[in-house]
């Protein structure tokens, strides 16, 4: 009896009411900093925040019962917390990003129905690769800039930032074509210094889109997901193939082209220049990494509180861009290390049981599937916060299912959506709940 | 493929542990470093959270206050000064982004409650929850009665300069004047012209202000002399108009001294030829003692920043204080020359001490530190800092410092019905042609409640005639008397 009871969507359930304690608890935290009293209207936020994940829930006892019970749980707390943050900051962003969390959720139902076999997508490989290239090329020719990146499309009023979806169709295309190419990229016939090195034409299509996607990333000054995609490219290629030479070329081949950037490119050599000492340009591009830090260690092992940090100066936050590429130094600021460290382990469990799908399934483009969209998720993640703590230079890039954004919000429930169909697949094939 | 995948989880892990690592480095190893830095936004959000207690003087004048306004449910304190440049140098200031001066600097961890205990009041933790943390008042020695009468009277001489005014038998400060001065209000958005200024308004020369003591510094050198017991006030010395020491050492104005002449006379007529054998007859060593016990040589024991005050003594160059062994022209230092530059603050103090009867007690502005429901919380007591001369040398150093007003060169400070015992003192400074002028004094001679120190910058007139009038005026406010 109680075997049957733990099914993967119950245990759903069960984490699922876990984060929807931690939802409402935030927003009255938020609540009660801001005005001193406790209303029904944070309920109501924390309640229409809720609503999606509760229907994404039911669909997915009756459509998709096997698919992993972590997952959905992890968005949930991942944009929970982020949500709690953004309307900590702006009620109204806050009431536009619970809009988007509907619309990835619907997004989400959508893959879903399409892919419950992700196999399906291999035949769909040149689409993505293709629609991938496309929407990069979009954001050159019609992009407007923000920051000094041009990072997103104006359709009407809305702003789209079509790098977030590229980054999941690239992954599709390249699952897909490692999938069909990895053995002669394994094991070349031509050797050249006693290395195999693979027939051009086998190489030509792979390289030809990432190259395009890079360059293009490049010329819109989106380090972040330049960084991001080649990370992606070289991890995929090495699940497939295994083979260090690729991973290490790869590496010595970023390295040559980043000095070059930092040598040949004012631009660039400024970003490195503000990353090593931003004092230096206090006032000017230090002034957001070094507000960054003040937050961060502002908050201390356990934070000032939900709504109660030095987050906004008036109606300005502290930090600019507090609600995109800097949340993670607000979370910092208001939930300490412990919320900081806590996040992270959420991105990790997301991954673990992103890749655990991947090793579990039984063939290689579910597997690089799995695998790619795993490891995409949690190295933007890691581009993002390296980049607000100092780790690495500061690149614009978003903090998956946290930061404020259309974009980024459908795209990565697009993702977490295959993840799940290929888990359910996995699962249904293990025959085991 | 899935020992890759592995291995891909792997590399994941360790790049989330050292995040986990840089952001614990941020918050636990460097959040004290980067949380005192002085562009730290927290900084000043925190010190406008703040309901600092007010500085007021003796006679119960708001000298500084903090009024606080709300907006978006946050009370936001700024900091007033009611009296504008009355005492501004003593209460100094406490501005966002300009650091702070004076009193509000040295009593800041009283001020701004940082010196409550967690148990006492909200404190750090209630700062943390949005609280208002209201520091103590604090309560000064200071009149503004008579701070108002000593600025009336400096001003009227159209110079630069500073009084101080002490009592004697406590330490209390009683006055502090330095001109020009600067209105505190204008700190927080003035604070780079005032800083720019020329005539140094930010400085307070009664505290920092390094001058040539002149003759009033012959009080200190007869000291020495009386205390050595081999000279009396009758012991008499030759006269004449110079002697030489390395080059001619003269007296004021030409003036002859009569052959022969006593060490009181020599005083009370200002004789330089007259101090300047006292001076080598004391020694280098005896003076330089004698030195030591008035204080001079280390910062005084004041409660005061200790970068807003200077060390009196001998300079042998800028910055660069005389030791036991360095050389000195004695004869002039015992007239109140020869690199000697002292602070009004420390001529105040050795007045004071005579009026104690030798004995010194520690300068203080505090009086007593109050919570904000009036209750006392501590109360300075008055502390000595031991013996600058006998009680004998001080008497006779009194009854000549007596003549000094009644029949010598600081008659303008006499007041009808009072004992007022004086000394004068004119130095030559760099330029050509203009003095220092000194005057110092205390009353009523017999029982002293008063002891004061004026300086005028760059005059052509004697201390007698433009120093000693302001010292009058000072003791005339609080003694009475015409």
């Excluded at chain 1, 290689?364 to 695998?371: C, G, P």
């Excluded at chain 2, 205990?117 to 609280?131: E, H, S, V």
């Excluded at chain 2, 050492?249 to 009569?258: D, F, Q, T």
Aim: proline content about 4%; charged content about 15%.
């Amino acid at each position: 009896m109680i075997g049957r009871l733990r099914t993967p969507r119950n245990r759903e359930l069960v984490n699922l009411l876990l984060v929807a304690a931690i939802t409402v608890s935030g927003f009255l935290a938020v609540f009660v900093a801001r005005d001193n009293a406790v209303s029904t209207v944070s309920l109501t936020y924390a309640g229409l925040f809720l609503a999606p994940y509760a229907a994404a829930h039911l669909f997915l006892r009756v459509v998709l019962p096997a698919a992993d019970p972590y997952l959905l749980p992890c968005a949930a707390l991942l944009s929970a917390i982020g949500e709690i943050e953004i309307y900590r900051i702006d009620p109204v962003l806050a009431r536009t990003q619970s809009l988007w969390v509907g619309v990835g959720i619907v997004v989400l139902v959508v893959v879903v129905r399409l892919f419950d076999d992700p196999r399906r997508l291999e035949a769909l490989r040149y689409t993505a690769g293709v629609a991938a290239v496309l929407l990069l090329l979009a954001t050159v020719v019609l992009g407007t800039s923000v920051n000094g990146a041009r990072l997103w499309i104006r359709v009407g009023s809305f702003q789209i930032q079509p790098g977030e979806f590229a980054k999941v169709l690239l992954v599709v295309f390249m699952a897909g074509y490692l999938r069909v190419n990895g053995e002669v990229l394994t094991h070349p016939t031509r050797r050249v210094l006693r290395v195999g090195i693979p027939a051009l034409r086998h190489v030509v299509p792979l390289v030809a889109l990432w190259g395009a996607a890079l360059v293009l990333l490049v010329a819109v000054n989106d380090f972040g997901s330049s960084l991001l995609y080649y990370a992606v490219f070289l991890a995929m290629l090495y699940v497939a193939t295994g083979r260090p030479l690729y991973v290490g070329g790869g590496i010595a081949a970023a390295t040559v082209g980043g000095a070059a950037a930092v040598r040949g490119a004012a631009h660039v050599r400024e970003r490195i220049d503000t990353w090593i000492d931003p004092w230096r340009t206090a006032r000017g591009s230090g002034y957001q990494i070094i507000q960054s830090l003040y937050s961060i260690a502002d908050g201390g092992v356990f934070g000032s509180g939900f709504g109660r940090g030095f987050v906004l100066i008036g109606h300005d936050t502290v930090i600019p861009a507090a609600s995109t590429d800097f949340i993670y130094s607000v979370i910092a600021t208001e939930t300490g290390l412990a919320g900081a460290a806590g996040l992270l382990l959420v991105y990790l469990v997301v991954v673990f049981r992103g890749l655990k799908i991947a090793s579990v399934a039984d063939d290689t483009f579910t597997k690089l599937l799995a695998a790619g969209l795993a490891f995409a998720l949690g190295f933007q993640a890691f581009v993002i916060v390296a980049g607000v703590t100092k780790l690495l230079p500061l690149t614009g890039i978003t903090l998956p299912f946290v930061s404020y954004g259309g974009s980024s919000v459908v795209a990565n429930f697009g993702l977490l959506g295959l993840l799940l169909c290929a888990s359910a697949r996995a699962n249904r094939l293990e025959g085991r709940g | 493929m899935n020992a890759r995948i592995g291995r891909l989880l792997l590399a994941l892990a360790l790049a989330y542990v050292v995040l986990i690592a840089t952001t614990s480095y941020w918050q636990l190893w460097a959040a004290p470093s980067l949380d005192a830095r002085r562009d730290n936004p927290r900084l000043v959000f925190r010190q406008l959270a703040i309901d600092r207690g007010r500085i007021l003087s003796s006679d119960g004048r708001i000298l500084a206050e903090s009024v606080g306004h709300t907006a978006n449910g946050r009370t936001i304190y700024r900091r007033r000064y009611p009296s504008g440049s009355l005492a501004s140098a003593v209460v100094g200031y406490a501005s966002i982004g300009a650091s702070e001066a004076g009193v509000e600097r040295a009593q800041d961890d009283v001020l701004s409650g940082a010196s409550l205990n967690l148990g006492d009041g909200p404190g750090l933790i209630g700062t943390l929850a949005g609280r208002t943390v209201r520091g103590d008042d604090v309560v000064l020695t200071l009149s503004a009665r008579l701070q108002e009468a000593a600025t009336r009277a400096l001003r009227r001489t159209h110079h630069r300069g500073a009084v101080v005014a002490i009592e004697p038998s406590t330490g209390r400060v009683l006055a502090m004047v330095t001109l020009p001065t600067f209105d505190p209000n204008l700190v927080d958005n003035g604070f780079a012209t005032l800083l720019s200024r020329r005539d140094g308004v930010l400085l307070n020369r009664a505290t920092q202000g390094l001058y040539p003591p002149g003759s009033t510094f012959k009080v200190v050198t007869a000291a020495a002399a009386l205390d050595g017991g081999t000279i009396t006030a009758d012991t008499t010395f030759p006269g004449g108009s110079c002697i030489t020491v390395f080059r001619p050492l003269c007296n004021a104005s030409g003036e002859v001294a009569p052959n022969p002449n006593s060490l009181a006379d020599a005083l009370v007529q200002s004789y330089n030829t007259t101090f300047a054998r006292v001076g080598q007859q004391v020694g280098r060593s005896a003076l330089y003692d004698e030195l030591l016990r008035f204080g001079f040589g280390s910062l005084p024991p004041f409660d005061y920043p200790t970068a807003q005050m200077t060390s009196s003594g001998v300079y042998t160059a800028p910055g660069r204080l005389a030791g036991r062994g360095t050389q000195l022209d004695v004869a002039r230092v015992a007239i109140g020359q020869g690199g000697l530059l002292v602070t009004p603050l420390q001529m105040a103090e050795v007045v004071a001490a005579i009026a104690n009867g030798g004995t010194m007690m520690a300068p203080h502005i505090v009086d007593r530190i109050r919570d904000r429901s009036g209750r006392l919380v501590v109360a300075t007591v008055p502390q000595s800092l031991g013996r600058a001369v006998s009680a004998t040398t001080a008497a006779t150093l009194t009854a000549i410092m007596r003549r000094v007003v009644d029949e010598g060169t600081g008659q303008a400070a006499q007041l009808g019905g009072l004992e007022v015992a004086g000394k004068t003192g004119t130095a030559q400074t760099a330029r050509r042609g203009l003095n220092d002028a000194w005057f110092i004094a205390f009353a009523p001679a017999s029982a002293p409640r008063i002891a004061v120190a004026v300086v005028v910058e760059d005059t052509t007139d004697y201390g007698g005639v433009i120093a000693a009038p302001v010292a009058r005026d000072v003791i005339r406010e609080l003694l009475g008397g015409g």
